[in-house]
């Protein structure tokens, strides 16, 4: 039932004045934080990287070199700040697919697999060599994929807040609920993220562990890939099974519901 | 689904170069998943209203509550209360959102809307939306079954009777001719206590049975309407001319106010009142008295709408003429005179006086003319307008007054109707 459209009032919905007007929006600060953080240790990681630095050594199209890195990293940062901040969804994601792409040659360093040898493509790994230990790069695109994921769902509850405004919701009912659960959210994922953290410091005591027996097993990697794949595809399927014999259950039960208010 | 496909990309990737750091990067939207998975979208929401029939004025203001209660899952939940057409929302919110966290919820949805128009509404039912905290399950809606039928009225004028000897009303109002005297009729009034002279046969034996005690020891009789109390028709014009003005404000949302106001005067005064719909479906009820036929009458007001029927006055009195007959009535025309309907109303009037005795050479007719174009004018301009259409139905008007009625010319917006009967007073 599509309700009348009211007009958004000065009234909260039970008729009080409106009085959070200055409360402190803290999620409007939220995407500027977020660039804040992200973006240099984003551009930390690729100018660390062996590639920015033999990009730069080879360039002759800036006269001084500082200047050139200064310049450069300035406006890209300031411009992918600027998408962040004021983009929706979809140029979120892109901006933060682009973020992923300066920190890959870093991340592919520690590849386990050289598929170019595998391949027989001559290729120098240390040409995109990362020059910062693993756990750092790690920690960072851990950071990275947090921060992607917190910043997507604070632009799908902004998104909701204006369908919600737009209906005929009252600010103050909407900004209230909107803080609660971006409040849930943010705590949820600072919960995975922190999981995540955690798992990562004790990955390195369990591969001490785990080195001499997977040193047995050749292809280890591929190995426990097929294991975990097969569980997931398993899992996925469980699931959405589950999901769609409830939902039947559901469309069942209305229909029962619906003959049985005709009757 | 997005921290899904997020991790689907991540993980193989991770498995496909070997990379360790990858495969950290992929739990993070993996455990996303896994949390919002494990909270549900909010449900068993109950709807309750607190009342669950109401009336209202028409332009009066209606509180309505609704309480909501939901005690499982996480995430948003909006509710709307619909609202019908011609409502205004004068406080609070028809649709509010709430934040059902891992506590129970239990809110209330509480607005006051003005009515600006009279029927019979449903308010309601309640539809609730329920969204997944995350997104991740698909969102739920709830419509309550329950609605609130609401009827919205006219608040009837209030017109009163000036009390003074010296004063004359040369509108035939029918007062001093109620007769407390005459044959008893089969309509019952009342029980009342027995007085000196009551006939037997009218004791109510099982009432005075119920009410007797040591202490008190009196009959009861059953008191009867009289015959003989004057006959009071109301004729209303229901043809689309009568909608001048706006939707919520027009000649005919006035006369049905004028109808409710006349009617609750004469039964308030014992006297029998009929009305007649004419210029539109045929609808008639039949004189009677007390509150049932002043309630028949406001109930059939509430579904009149004006019409492009033609039923002239005329043809509508001699479908009354059975009830006419013998019955010496008042007769109250509310119309909006205009040339086009003059030669209408003379002969409806003519038709009508066959029925009652005149008062000197004036028949008991009272034509009530709704000045309907002031009712549409808005501002200086059109005021003045208004007032120049109204010269050229003035002619219309002198030529009914000129055939002995009495026309009583009614713009609501600046006088009420009791004001506009006072004006037919007349000092002695």
Redesign the interface.
Same mark, same amino acid.
């Given at each position: 039932?599509e309700?009348? !459209?009211?007009?958004a009032?000065k009234?909260?919905?039970?008729?009080n004045e409106k009085k959070m007007k200055t409360e402190l929006k803290v999620f409007d600060f939220v995407k500027p934080l977020a660039a804040f953080i992200v973006l240099p240790l984003v551009f930390y990681v690729f100018s660390k990287n062996q590639l920015f630095a033999s990009m730069t050594q080879n360039s002759n199209a800036f006269p001084s070199l500082e200047v050139y890195e200064v310049l450069i990293l300035f406006f890209v940062m300031a411009f992918l700040a600027v998408l962040m901040i004021f983009g929706n969804e979809r140029i979120l994601?892109m901006t933060f697919v682009l973020l992923g792409a300066l920190l890959t040659p870093s991340? $592919?360093f520690? *590849?386990?697999?050289d598929?170019f040898r595998v391949l027989g493509i001559q290729f120098n790994v240390d040409t995109v060599n990362a020059n910062l230990p *693993?756990y750092m790069?790690?920690a960072i695109?851990?950071v $990275?994929?947090?921060t992607? %994921?917190f910043l997507?769902?604070t632009s799908?509850i902004d998104t909701?807040k204006k369908e $919600?405004l737009r209906?005929?919701?009252?600010e103050i009912?909407?900004e209230?609920?909107m803080n609660?659960?971006s409040s849930? !959210?943010s705590k949820?994922?600072l919960?995975?993220?922190g %999981?995540?953290f955690l798992?990562?410091g004790a990955?390195s005591a369990v591969q001490m562990i785990l080195a001499t027996q997977a040193a047995v097993i050749p292809y280890a990697?591929?190995m426990l890939?097929l294991i975990?794949?097969c569980a997931?595809i398993v899992c996925t399927v469980i699931?959405l099974r589950s999901?769609a014999g409830l939902?039947d259950r559901q469309s069942r039960n209305a229909q029962n519901s619906t003959e049985n208010?005709l009757r | 689904m997005k921290s899904l496909g997020i991790f689907f990309i991540v993980f193989f990737a991770a498995m496909f170069l070997g990379n360790v750091i990858l495969l950290y990067v992929s739990i993070v939207p993996l455990l996303v998943v896994v949390f919002s998975l494990i909270f549900e979208t909010p449900g068993n929401v109950k709807v309750e209203r607190r009342e669950s029939k109401l009336s209202a004025w028409v332009n009066g203001v209606l509180d309505v509550s609704v309480k909501v209660t939901a005690d499982k899952g996480v995430g948003l939940i909006s509710i709307a209360d619909f609202l019908p057409e011609h409502f205004d929302l004068s406080e609070g919110n028809n649709f509010r959102v709430f934040w059902k966290g891992s506590e129970q919820l239990s809110e209330e949805l509480r607005y006051s809307a003005k009515c600006t128009m009279r029927g019979i509404y449903k308010i309601g039912p309640c539809s609730c939306e329920c969204r997944h905290v995350l997104g991740f399950k698909q969102t739920e809606i709830y419509v309550d079954k329950e609605t609130l039928e609401l009827v919205v009225r006219h608040k009837p004028l209030n017109i009163k009777r000036l009390r003074d000897p010296k004063l004359f009303s040369r509108i035939p109002l029918p007062l001093g001719s109620m007769s407390k005297l005459g044959m008893m009729t089969n309509d019952f009034k009342e029980i009342r206590e027995y007085v000196s002279g009551d006939s037997y046969r009218h004791v109510n034996w099982k009432a005075t049975a119920r009410s007797s005690s040591p202490m008190r020891d009196v009959l009861l009789v059953n008191e009867f309407e009289k015959e003989g109390k004057r006959v009071v028709w109301i004729f209303l014009d229901s043809s689309s001319k009568m909608a001048t003005g706006t939707k919520i404000e027009n000649s005919f949302e006035y006369a049905l106010q004028a109808v409710l106001s006349f009617s609750q005067f004469y039964l308030a005064r014992n006297c029998h009142v009929g009305l007649c719909v004419y210029n539109g479906p045929e609808k008639t009820l039949i004189p009677d008295l007390g509150r049932r036929q002043e309630y028949k009458i406001y109930r059939s007001t509430l579904g009149l709408e004006v019409s492009n029927m033609k039923v002239p006055l005329k043809r509508a009195v001699a479908k009354c003429r059975g009830h006419l007959i013998g019955g010496n009535p008042f007769s109250i025309v509310i119309s909006n005179v205009r040339r086009e309907n003059l030669r209408e109303l003379l002969d409806g009037t003519k038709e009508l006086s066959k029925y009652s005795r005149s008062i000197g050479r004036a028949p008991q007719i009272l034509i009530l003319h709704l000045d309907g174009y002031s009712i549409a004018a808005e501002g200086f301009n059109e005021e003045a307008g208004a007032t120049m259409l109204n010269l050229a139905n003035q002619s219309s008007i002198r030529a009914l007054r000129h055939a002995g009625l009495y026309v009583a010319s009614w713009n609501p917006k600046r006088q009420s109707l009791a004001s506009l009967m006072v004006l037919g007073m007349k000092r002695r």
């Open positions: 039932m309700p009348q !459209t009211p007009v009032s009234f909260d919905g039970l008729g994601s991340i $592919l520690f *590849s386990k697999l598929w *693993s790069v790690s695109s851990l $990275l994929v947090a992607w %994921i997507l769902y799908r909701a $919600l209906r005929g919701a009252s009912d909407v209230k609920a609660a659960q849930f !959210t949820m994922l919960g995975c993220f %999981i995540a798992i990562f990955a990697y591929l890939a975990v794949a997931l699931y999901n939902q208010a | -």
